[in-house]
Structures are given as structure tokens and as C-alpha cells.
T-cell receptor, first 110, second 114 residues
């Protein structure tokens, strides 16, 4: 069993829709990251969470430590949001050894 | 642009050859990380430096792999005697001296072993 599971694996949405991507994990963590990866490979860090909720523009990330679950929400989605969204965990006090999910591929149609 | 820079962006090599990738982190970021990503998978941790010290290494890093950060600035990742299974994207990331948790990634170096 993977320590981190993302759902859905693939998601197609119409422009303007509200999108939710989920991340569930089974290990104790010190922090959880949401990353965005565009075609070609470049990765951008969106959020790092250890509790509660963070918001940046149209993106909102939440985490429930007790339930070992995090969600990434995108409001008013746009075709430029099309990318792979990856959940990654910091665990065991390790600062570099992230455990990555396989990612959720999001495609937003105009 | 002062982001994380990786070179080369793409390397095609024949099995058995050695390859070296370079990562230039954001200036004054003392933490530097290498990850490997195969097609359709999330990245996997390879190794981590704080300044010039290599503090963590994954078991994925076989004896054919070596990474250095000699002066605590740029880093190199060398793969000796490449195998087809080494074909992947090699990603470098750095984070600031005062660790905020945010990682700044380079564009990656894609390796194709024929």
C-alpha cells in the first residue's frame, strides 16, 4: 500500500468549474506539500501545510491531521490551470525525503 | 532569472556511458535536493545536501550514482555505466537558509538511455 494516495488520477473540467483534488496518507507527517507540474517537467510549489487551511488567489488547500487527509481546491478554474497536481509528504523529521503521490492530471476545457 | 537552473535539459546517451547533470540553486539557498521522476509517476527522493554536506541518501541511489556539492553552491549528479532503467527526469530543488518548507524546483534534466 502506498503511503500517499491521490484522487482522482485524471480530472477533466469545464472552465469556471470548482475543482477538488484529494490526498490521503497513512504515515505521521510534519508537513504536506501541494505541487503543480506543467508539461515539460517544471514543478512549482503551491502550498506547504501542517494544519488548517491556506489560500492563495483561486487556490485553497486544507488539511485534517486527525483524518490524514488534505484537499486542494481551485475556484473558477481556467485552462491555464491544466497541469499535474502532486501531493507530497514530509515525514519522520526528514527535511528532504519527501514521499510523493502519483499526481492528479487536470485538464480544464474552455 | 535567478531560479534553480539545471543543465543539460535533455541528454540522450547509449547504455554503459557516464552522464553528469548540474544544478545551480537559488543564490544563498543552503539546502539542495535531487529527485528522480519516471513517466507517469511522482518524483522519488534521491539525496539532500545542506551546504556541502550530503545529509541523506535514498536506497535508490546505487553505487553507480554519486552526487556532490563541493563548495555548497552548485551540485552535480553523476550516473556511471548508465542502464535503460535510468531513463527518467532528474529534478533538482533548493530551499532557503531559514527553512520555510517551500521548495524551488528547476525545470529538470531528462535522461534517455538507448
Amino acid at each position: 500500500k502506498n503511503e500517499v494516495e491521490q484522487s482522482p488520477q485524471n480530472l477533466t473540467a469545464q472552465e469556471g468549474e470548482f475543482i477538488t483534488i484529494n490526498c490521503s496518507y497513512s504515515v505521521g507527517i510534519s508537513a504536506l506539500h501541494w505541487l503543480q507540474q506543467h508539461p515539460g517537467g517544471g514543478i512549482v510549489s503551491l502550498f506547504m501545510l501542517s494544519s488548517g487551511k491556506k489560500k492563495h488567489g483561486r487556490l485553497i488547500a486544507t488539511i485534517n491531521i486527525q483524518e490524514k487527509h488534505s484537499s486542494l481546491h481551485i475556484t473558477a478554474s481556467h485552462p491555464r490551470d491544466s497541469a499535474v497536481y502532486i501531493c507530497a509528504l514530509n515525514y519522520g523529521g526528514s527535511q528532504g525525503n519527501l514521499i510523493f503521490g502519483k499526481g492528479t492530471k487536470l485538464s480544464v476545457k474552455p | 532569472d535567478t531560479g534553480v537552473s539545471q543543465n543539460p535539459r535533455h541528454k540522450i546517451t547509449k547504455r554503459g556511458q557516464n552522464v553528469t547533470f548540474r544544478c545551480d540553486p537559488i543564490s544563498e539557498h543552503n539546502r539542495l535536493y535531487w529527485y528522480r521522476q519516471t513517466l507517469g509517476q511522482g518524483p522519488e527522493f534521491l539525496t539532500y545536501f545542506q551546504n556541502e554536506a550530503q545529509l541523506e541518501k535514498s536506497r535508490l541511489l546505487s553505487d553507480r550514482f554519486s552526487a556532490e556539492r563541493p563548495k555548497g553552491s552548485f551540485s552535480t549528479l553523476e550516473i556511471q555505466r548508465t542502464e535503460q532503467g535510468d531513463s527518467a527526469m532528474y529534478l533538482c530543488a533548493s530551499s532557503p537558509r531559514l527553512y520555510t518548507g517551500e521548495l524551488f524546483f528547476g525545470e529538470g534534466s531528462r535522461l534517455t538511455v538507448l
